[in-house]
Each structure stands twice: as structure tokens, then as C-alpha cells.
């Protein structure tokens, strides 16, 4: 039998500071709940959401459409590049216009950071806000989805070593991830190029080199090289990246026999780490991307609470 966790209700799903500590546990296990086959009790017979992505996106924009069309919503369809966008519509008209047309949600991927700052204080837009990332700032939901990955492997999130590794100044999945795993109780590593850490990460955790983390963790999280983010400014090939900061199959084999590997994807294989290790046993890849369905049927279910 499936018990119903605490109704949870949000305005908008912004950054995960804006959570609480019982917000967070409660989506992760309405997630699971998902996962199982729970069902939503809409109060309305009708809502309309829409997925706004100015950047490029497989598994949160699709993850989104699928746990909307999962919870039996309206989608509307929305491509930048064939909108009025191409004509100079601002994404504050963009967000207006859904909004007037009764959008309930918009779910944006932006490549600003804070750019939901103006729609949030607007008093004529209604519609909700699900942050899906924005610039190198935060990516909420992508951090929801793998804290239930963990949770589901280990049943809590107290002392359980937590090595962020890579491109982590760029990495708004690390901002997210770093600040939650330590309010949650977790101890947190960073490691990866020195070029792409900053100390003002020293409040969540320290930085330690890889090969000294390798069989002291539980959790091996590797982040993409953000090439895109890097204005050509690059000092390592694909092949010197692996060697120096990469979980090559070498380094694989040094971890704990219980130890988890995560990766927001998409992944750079043979770079981040090994082609073979992506599906893996001790991968939880593709688990991440299964969960996020669920975990964004608990947030879109939480902003739809929020406006009954
Ligand atoms: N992890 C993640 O955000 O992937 P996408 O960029 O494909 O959405």
C-alpha cells in the first residue's frame, strides 16, 4: 500500500536554499512514491504548463514533459527559435504571455543567472516558476533527482562521504548539490582541476586531490566539462583531462565495493570518466535520469498544490 507523504505546496521552485529541510524530504519521497505508482488528485480538471528552454536540454526538458504528461497536464509547446523570441520578445513577455494565456507552470532553462528575479516580482504574471537551470547559477531539480538517487541507495544523507569532482565553478548541478548535501548532513570532497574550484566552496567542504579520495567515499559524483562556458580558454585535451582528473578505470577499481558513481549527464565519456564505467555496476547514471521523471512530478504536484 502506498501512504500519501505530507502535502507539500510551493509558489515556485527557484533554488534550493528557498526549501526546507522537510520540503526537500518530502519531494524526494513523493518522488519515490511516484516511482511506485502513486497518483496526483488534481483539484482542478485542468492545467496548463509550458516548457521555456533558451538552452539546450535532453534530460530536464524531456524528463518535464514526460511528468507532465504523467500527471495528466496540458502541455503547451515552446521552441525559442520558432517564437516571437526571433522578433526580440523579451523572456519577461514570453513569461507574461503564457501566463495571460492561463499557463499554471512554466518550467525555464535560461542562460542568465537569477533570471527569474523580474517574473517573480511581477504582480501581473500568475504562473509558477520551476527554475531548470540558470546560467551557472543553480539547477534545483536536477539536485532533487539526485538526492532521491542517493537516498534510495543509502537511506539517509548523514556522514556519507560525497566527492563533487570536476568543472565546479561552471556547474550550477555542483551549487545546488554542495549546498544541500552539507545542510542535509553529508561531508562533502571537491576535487578536479584547481583552475575550476574556488575557495568560496571551502563553506561546504574541501578539496582534496582525487587519488585520495578514490576509497574514502561513498559517493563519486563527476560533473561535465562545460565547454560551452570556457570562452576557448582550455588547458587540458580530452585525453590529459582523463588521466589528471578523470574516474579512469584504475582509479574505478580503488573505490569502496558499495560506493555509488553519478553524473548529471550528458557525459563526456572517456573523459569524466571511463566509457565503460557509465553503465557500469557501481553506476547510478541512468537511475538518475529515470528518477528525475519522478521527482519533477513531486515539484510540479507541490507548485499545483500551491495554487489550489
Ligand atoms: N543534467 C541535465 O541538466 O541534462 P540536460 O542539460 O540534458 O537537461
Known amino acids: 500500500m502506498i501512504i500519501q507523504s505530507e502535502r507539500i505546496s510551493l509558489k515556485h521552485l527557484l533554488t534550493v536554499e528557498a526549501l526546507t529541510d522537510q520540503e526537500v524530504m518530502g519531494l524526494i519521497r513523493r518522488g519515490q ?6 497518483k496526483w488528485t488534481p483539484q482542478k480538471s485542468q492545467y496548463f504548463a509550458t516548457n521555456l528552454f533558451f538552452e539546450n536540454s535532453t534530460r530536464t526538458h524531456k524528463s518535464f514533459d514526460v511528468a507532465e504528461k504523467k500527471l495528466g497536464l496540458e502541455v503547451i509547446e515552446f521552441e525559442a527559435s520558432t517564437s516571437s523570441v526571433s522578433k526580440g520578445e523579451t523572456l519577461y513577455d514570453t513569461v507574461l504571455t503564457m501566463s495571460a494565456l492561463g499557463v499554471d507552470v512554466a518550467v525555464i532553462r535560461h542562460g542568465d543567472e537569477n533570471y527569474y528575479e523580474d517574473l517573480i516580482q511581477s504582480k501581473t504574471i500568475q504562473c509558477s516558476i520551476i527554475n531548470g537551470g540558470d546560467g551557472s547559477g543553480q ?10 538517487t542517493i537516498y534510495e541507495e543509502f537511506g539517509h544523507f548523514d556522514g556519507l562521504k560525497v566527492a563533487i569532482v570536476g568543472d565546479i565553478t561552471h556547474s550550477r548541478v555542483a551549487k545546488s548539490n554542495m549546498q544541500m548535501l552539507k545542510r542535509l548532513g553529508a561531508q562533502v570532497f571537491f576535487s578536479g582541476p ?17 587519488d585520495e579520495l578514490l576509497d574514502q567515499v561513498d559517493v563519486m559524483m563527476m560533473l561535465r566539462v562545460q565547454h560551452e562556458r570556457h570562452d576557448g580558454k582550455e588547458s587540458f585535451s580530452k585525453e590529459s583531462y582523463h588521466q589528471e582528473h578523470g574516474l579512469t578505470v584504475e582509479r574505478a577499481k580503488k573505490m569502496q565495493k558499495h560506493a555509488i558513481i553519478m553524473h548529471p549527464a550528458p557525459v563526456n565519456r572517456d573523459v569524466e570518466l571511463a566509457d565503460s564505467l557509465v553503465e557500469g555496476l557501481q553506476s547510478r547514471i541512468v537511475q538518475q535520469m529515470s528518477n528525475g521523471v519522478f521527482v519533477r512530478m513531486a515539484i510540479l504536484e507541490a507548485v499545483l498544490n500551491g495554487k489550489a
Open 33 to 38: 512514491e511516484f516511482k511506485q505508482g502513486a
Open 194 to 210: 584547481e583552475e575550476w574550484y574556488d575557495n568560496e566552496f571551502e563553506v561546504y567542504g574541501h578539496y582534496l586531490p582525487l
Open 139 to 148: 539547477h534545483p531539480t536536477q539536485c532533487l533527482l539526485d538526492l532521491m
